[in-house]
C-alpha cells in the first residue's frame, strides 16, 4: 500500500525545486513554439502575400527565402508562379452547323504584381475558375465564324484570332498566358 497516490507528496515535490525547472521548461517550450510560427519559407518559382487580421491583404509581395510573419495575427498566402500547361477541349459547332472538336494548349501563370487582386477577387484556383470558361467562350466565338472547310484551309488565321481574343481576354484576369490550337476533330 505504499504506491498509493498522494497528492500532498506532489505538492510538496513541486514546491520545493520542481516548480521552477516546469516554469522553464514551459518558456523554453513557449519560445521555439514562437520562433517556429514566426518564420516561413517561398520555395522557388512561388511568391507570397500576406493576410493581416486587422489591415486585410497587403500590397506587398514576397519573393523566395524565409520571411517573418506575426502569429495568430498574419497569414501567408503562397503562390505558385511557375508557368503551368494545361489542354482544353471544346466541342462547339462551326458556320455551316458541323461540330468540331478543338483543343487548345494553354501556358498560363499570374502576374507577381497583381497577386493580391488576383486573391481578393479570384482566390488561389483561380485558373480553374476563369481559364476554361473564357477558352470555351472564345473558342465558340471564333469557330462559329468560319464553316468546316475553311477551319482546315485557314488553320493558320483561326489561330490567330483564338490567340487575339483569348490574350485580350486574359488581361483582365490577371495572369500571363501563352495560347496554342493543337487541332481540329469532326464529328
Not at 29 to 53: E, P, T
Not at 74 to 103: A, C, H, K, W, Y
Not at 133 to 154: C, D, W
Request: aromatic content about 8%; proline content about 4%.
Amino acid at each position: 500500500m505504499a504506491n498509493k497516490f498522494n497528492p500532498q507528496k506532489i505538492m510538496s515535490a513541486l514546491s520545493s525545486g520542481a516548480a521552477p525547472l516546469l516554469g522553464a521548461g514551459a518558456v523554453i517550450g513557449g519560445v521555439i513554439y514562437g520562433a517556429n510560427n514566426c518564420l516561413y519559407n517561398v520555395d522557388a518559382g512561388h511568391r507570397s502575400i500576406k493576410f493581416s487580421r486587422f489591415t486585410g491583404l497587403g500590397d506587398q509581395h514576397y519573393e523566395e527565402g524565409t520571411h517573418l510573419v506575426v502569429p495568430w495575427v498574419e497569414r501567408p498566402i503562397v503562390f505558385d508562379i511557375r508557368s503551368r500547361p494545361r489542354v482544353m477541349v471544346s466541342l462547339t459547332g462551326s458556320r455551316d452547323l458541323q461540330m468540331v472538336n478543338i483543343s487548345v494548349r494553354t501556358l498560363s501563370r499570374p502576374d507577381c504584381t497583381k497577386l493580391n487582386e488576383i486573391y481578393a477577387s479570384l482566390g488561389k484556383d483561380f485558373d480553374e475558375k476563369v481559364l476554361p470558361s473564357i477558352v470555351n467562350e472564345v473558342l465558340k466565338s471564333v469557330v462559329a465564324q468560319f464553316n468546316a472547310s475553311e477551319l482546315v484551309m485557314q488553320r493558320e488565321e483561326v489561330s490567330r484570332l483564338i490567340r487575339q481574343r483569348l490574350t485580350e481576354r486574359a488581361r483582365v484576369s490577371g495572369s500571363r498566358k501563352t495560347y496554342a490550337v493543337l487541332g481540329f476533330r469532326y464529328g
